[in-house]
């Protein structure tokens, strides 16, 4: 059973004018069987007996296979003309930085895992140029950490290739990444709520509570390590924004009693880490 197909419709880059198939995810006939939602707000999916294990991740984004290019669907035609000068002059750039890590991507075939890790990364690129508008900040973080788990998944499916390392590369990305989205919320130089999809996976929109549990997740878990009074800070700092979650009333389908369960989770973990080190 096949689980993608290509589009009968071409798309046309924006970029470089190269004409392609996108390729989608099959959903139906029991392809999709859910699991856990994990601390990270990730959906786990259990194997299927027709498809085996399947990554629904690495479908998301829109590539082309020429210049690399690549966004989420909705924005892959909104590139400024200003911007394409640029995508233009970093393709090689955007095409090493992933070519360093996978020597063989094939965006006009069925996708594998290396191929979705790429796409996000490629996507990360990409977003540098795309103006406040777009809230691509906030959306390069969810990249980023989307890409953390793809390169999870590698270092499951093919060990001792250091995918557990670029992992970790990924998440300290996020990290910085979903600090600065919530940074620039506040301060008014860029909305998240311009973000069509806050995931961060593609089954559940968490919104801007999601993004505020992850900035603080991400923090703990992907901050700097050294106890010094910057570490402190940035620690109280998600321990208040953690904690914006839960104390605004009970679970709704805007604050799901998962996500509010986390919350407080995490809340008491940032507060007895905060404790030891003071002791």
Known sequence: MKVSFFQKNKMKCPVCDTSFYREEMLTGRGRLIAGELTEQLRRLYEPSAKVGEIFPLIYTMTVCPVCFYATLPEDFLLVSDSAIEGLKNDTDKRILSVKHIFEELDFHEPRQLAEGAAS??????????????????????????????????????????????????????????????????????????????????????????????????????????AIDEQRQKALMYAKRTVAKIFG?????????????????????????YIKVDED
């Not at 973080?141 to 670029?166: C, H, M, S, T, V």
């Not at 805007?254 to 407080?264: G, I, W």
């Open 120 to 225: 996000y990364i490629l996507g990360i690129a990409s977003y540098d140029y795309f103006s406040d508008d777009y809230s691509p900040v906030v959306k390069q973080g969810i990249l980023a950490l989307r890409a953390a788990w793809i390169f999870e998944d590698l270092e499951r499916k093919k060990p001792n290739q250091n995918y557990d390392y670029l992992a970790q590369v990924m998440y300290r990305k996020a990290r910085f990444f979903y600090s600065l989205a919530v940074e620039y919320e506040s301060n008014g130089r860029q909305s998240i709520a311009n973000a069509k999809h806050l995931g961060p996976d593609i089954d559940k929109n968490f919104g801007y509570d999601g993004v505020l549990y992850l900035a603080s997740y991400l923090e703990f878990h992907h901050g700097p390590r």
């Open 248 to 272: 605004m009333g009970r679970a709704s389908k805007d604050k799901p009693s998962a996500l509010l369960e986390m919350s407080r989770e995490l809340y008491a973990t940032i507060s007895q």
